[in-house]
Every structure is written in structure tokens, then in C-alpha cells.
């Protein structure tokens, strides 16, 4: 059970109330009856028996009775709360210590009991906290060695390139020094994907400050990204087809930055068929969302395995295509999934393998205003 849960779960045995505040004093209440009447009834037998001796001596010996009760409440109260107060000053003493509040758990009256669950839902929102940034400590430094490690080739083969290019000493190599740009320009365009990956990466941690909602035109910002593609699609013969039109309120930045990753992986897992390939980018509204938009990237590549279909979202996998595509780093689907999610949007992602891929955005302006309430607060 999550701390929210639990909190929330236990909120009406908290909830502080006048009763709960007397129920948790009622001992007190009973020792003062209790040393109310024997004072009484003290006086009330001397007045029957003893009716000339009723003197002042009769009043302190019923005072003296009242008091005899009350410190017999009040030590019987100190040694049956005494643990609960020792435990309270270890957890203090040792407070640097992450689970130093779950040392308080003797507690005997309402309010400490409530103390005791307001600590221990404290220490599991706190360890969930901790781990989610663990968490994202340790993908982050997946990713830095895993980018390191993808850069370096591109950079081992533009050297290698480079090297032959000017070693060139005949016409014949000399005109195989066009092929070789091409190598340039695509393994340039590999290190400039990464580079953008790496920073929309670092960026994500402080989505909020970095974030404007508008209308953008939906073709427009497609149409941008295939332009950005269309060297490869020249070469591996992919052609790109825009369906219809749509303005949508998201962030251009980031809504770019989706896009370009799932038209990128259409490419990359379209490439490794032969022949002629269709990539069809289709914009439509939905019919039963009033202002609703549905964006659907087709591809005819490779298509993912279904059983990696439940883990396409999560980082670093990249499951049977990763080990047909040098390429993949797990990361793309896993950041769009990410960033649709804190604009607000719906991503998923259908597949049949050997036959293609479909991945669609959903634009609900419903689901935005969460996300424009958090923008404007900051």
C-alpha cells in the first residue's frame, strides 16, 4: 500500500474531534468523579456517625483521599506511558538515522497513537520519494555511459572517413570521396540525435519551468520533422504521406521532440526491409472527444515482438530489435511515453512483427489543465 493510500486510509481514526480530545483523557475524568464522591461520601458517613467530630479534620482527611487518587492516576498514567517517551527521545537522539521515527511505536493515548501513524506515513512518503529519485539517478547514469558509448562510433567512423579522404591519391577515390560524405553526413546527423536526446534528457527533470502551452498546428510540426528526415527516407526509400490537419494545445518543443523520435524509429525499423516502404502519418479528430485529436504515426519496418510489447516503455530496453539495429539505446519510446504524460497526452504503441508499427498520440484539452494549473503556479 502506497503512503498515499495509507494516509488516506487512516484519516478517519485522526480526524481530531472534541470526542476523540475527551476520549483520550476519560481516565483523568473517572479519577476526579472517583476522588469527588469518596470526598463525599466521606463526609456524608461522618456527618451519620460521627455528626460532633465533623470538624476540619473531616474536610482534609476528604481532600487527603482526592489527592491519594489523583497521584495514583498520575503515576499509574507516567510508568504505562514512560516507553512511549523513551522511545520519543532515542528517535530524537538519533534523528540523522532514516528510520529513526519508527523507533516511537509504544504509544498509549490517542493523540500519541496518531503521532505514531503520522510518523510511519512520513518515513514510507519520504522513502518513496528517495527511491524515485534513486531511481532516476540511476537511469540517468545509464544513459551517460550509454550515450558515451553510442558517440563514440559515429566519431570512430567521420575519423576513419576523414583519414582515407586524404590519403586519396587517384580520380577513382577521389569520386568515392562523395560516398564517404554521405557516411559523414549520416553519422553527423546520429551525433545530433543524441545530443538532442541528452538534452531533452537533462530538461525532463524540470519539465514545469521549461514548458508553454499554445495552439500549434499539428501538420505543420510533422511536416517540419519528416524534412528533417528526409535524407534517409531518400535513401531507404520511404516515403512519407500527411493525412489531414489539426491544431492541438500542447508545447511545439516538446510535441516536436515526441515526434521526431517515433518518426525516427519508424525509420530506423523500416530501413532493414528491402524494397520500397509507405510511412503514413495520419491527423484526425475523434468523434466521440469534443476538440479531441488522435495523431498516428504508420510504418511498414520490422514491426516489435509481442512479447516485448509490454516493455517498450521502459528505459534502455530495446528487446529483439536492438540486437538487428546497432542504433538502439531503449531511450526514445521511454522519453515520449514521459513527456506525453506530463503534457497531458495519451501514447501507445501497436504492432505486428514483420508487418509494421502504429503509434498514436491522443490530445484531450481536458487533460491539459492539470498541467497549465502547475505552470502557473510556479
Known amino acids: 500500500m502506497g503512503s498515499y493510500e495509507y494516509a488516506e486510509g487512516r484519516q478517519d481514526v485522526h480526524e481530531i474531534t472534541w470526542i476523540r480530545y475527551f476520549r483520550g483523557r476519560v481516565g483523568y475524568i473517572l479519577v476526579f468523579i472517583a476522588a469527588l464522591l469518596l470526598s463525599g461520601a466521606s463526609i456524608i458517613l461522618g456527618e451519620m456517625y460521627f455528626p460532633t467530630m465533623m470538624d476540619m479534620t473531616m474536610a482534609l482527611y476528604a481532600g487527603l483521599l482526592a489527592v491519594c487518587c489523583i497521584l495514583f492516576w498520575l503515576a499509574f498514567d507516567y510508568l504505562r506511558q514512560r516507553p512511549y517517551y523513551i522511545q520519543l527521545n532515542e528517535a530524537i537522539g538519533q534523528a540523522s538515522a532514516l528510520n529513526a521515527s519508527l523507533r516511537v511505536r509504544s504509544g498509549v493515548t490517542a493523540d500519541q497513537l496518531a503521532v505514531q501513524e503520522l510518523l510511519k506515513a512520513q518515513h514510507q512518503a519520504y522513502m518513496d520519494e528517495l527511491g524515485r529519485y534513486r531511481r532516476q539517478l540511476e537511469i540517468h547514469q545509464h544513459f551517460i555511459h550509454q550515450w558515451v558509448h553510442q558517440m563514440k562510433t559515429p566519431i570512430a567512423v567521420i575519423d576513419l572517413i576523414t583519414q582515407q579522404g586524404e590519403q586519396a591519391d587517384s580520380q577513382q577515390e577521389a569520386a568515392g570521396w562523395k560516398s564517404d560524405l554521405r557516411s559523414i553526413q549520416e553519422e553527423t546527423d546520429r551525433l545530433t540525435r543524441g545530443l538532442d536526446m541528452m538534452l531533452y534528457t537533462a ?33 531507404y526509400k520511404i516515403y512519407p504521406q500527411i493525412e489531414g490537419e489539426g491544431v492541438v494545445q500542447s508545447d511545439e518543443k516538446w510535441m516536436a521532440f515526441v515526434i521526431n523520435q517515433l518518426i525516427g524509429n519508424a525509420i530506423k525499423y523500416s530501413k532493414q526491409k528491402s524494397g520500397s516502404k509507405k510511412l503514413r502519418i495520419r491527423i484526425a479528430s475523434i468523434p466521440d472527444q469534443a476538440d479531441g485529436v488522435s495523431l498516428q504515426i504508420i510504418d511498414e519496418g520490422i514491426g516489435i515482438a509481442g512479447h516485448d510489447l509490454p516493455r517498450i516503455y521502459e528505459p534502455f530496453f530495446t528487446g529483439d530489435n536492438g540486437r538487428l539495429v546497432e542504433e538502439s539505446t531503449g531511450m526514445g519510446l521511454y522519453l515520449a511515453k514521459q513527456v506525453c504524460a506530463k503534457l497531458g497526452h495519451k501514447l501507445t504503441v501497436s504492432s505486428e512483427q514483420g508487418v509494421g508499427t502504429t503509434a498514436t498520440i491522443v490530445f484531450l484539452p481536458s487533460s491539459l489543465q492539470q498541467l497549465s494549473d502547475k505552470v502557473t503556479a510556479l
Open 203 to 235: 530538461r525532463l527533470e524540470k519539465f514545469e519551468v521549461d514548458v508553454h502551452i499554445r495552439s500549434i498546428s499539428l501538420h505543420e510540426t510533422v511536416r517540419q520533422v519528416v524534412n528533417m528526415h528526409k535524407r534517409l527516407c531518400i535513401r
